[in-house]
Nanobody, 119 residues
């Protein structure tokens, strides 16, 4: 079955950096687009970044120039490098296997990893 395990979150001061990882299993990782989402308390889950199987990327306007999504197909892992963090980046971060037909969010989620940015 599909499993997604996020890690790398933590508490960091504003302006700091974190690198999130998502280890995937149970599907052919290399042919699927992957995404990072985040959900702040009391808010909906929002798309942060997408990477296609070919390595093309797309970002939410709020993180462009600060976050970088990447993937290592040999390790079945997708990463999110987060720099210049702001308090408004505080959220639980989730990775997701995008629907291969629509590129909308897929059905499988990990447990998430908490990112807290202090001011």
């Amino acid at each position: 079955q599909v499993q997604l395990v996020e890690s790398g979150g933590g508490l960091v001061q504003a302006g700091g950096s974190l690198r999130l990882s998502c280890a995937a299993s149970g599907f052919i990782f290399s042919v699927n687009a992957m995404a990072w989402y985040r959900q702040a308390p009391g808010k909906q889950r929002d798309l942060v970044a997408v990477i296609t199987s070919g390595g093309s990327t797309n970002y939410a306007d709020s993180v462009k120039g600060r976050f970088t999504i990447s993937r290592d197909n040999a390790k079945n892992t997708v990463y999110l490098q987060m720099n210049s963090l702001k308090p408004e980046d505080t959220a639980i971060y989730y990775c997701n296997v995008l629907n291969p037909l629509t590129y909308n969010q897929g059905d499988y989620w990990g447990q998430g990893t908490q990112v807290t940015v202090s001011s």
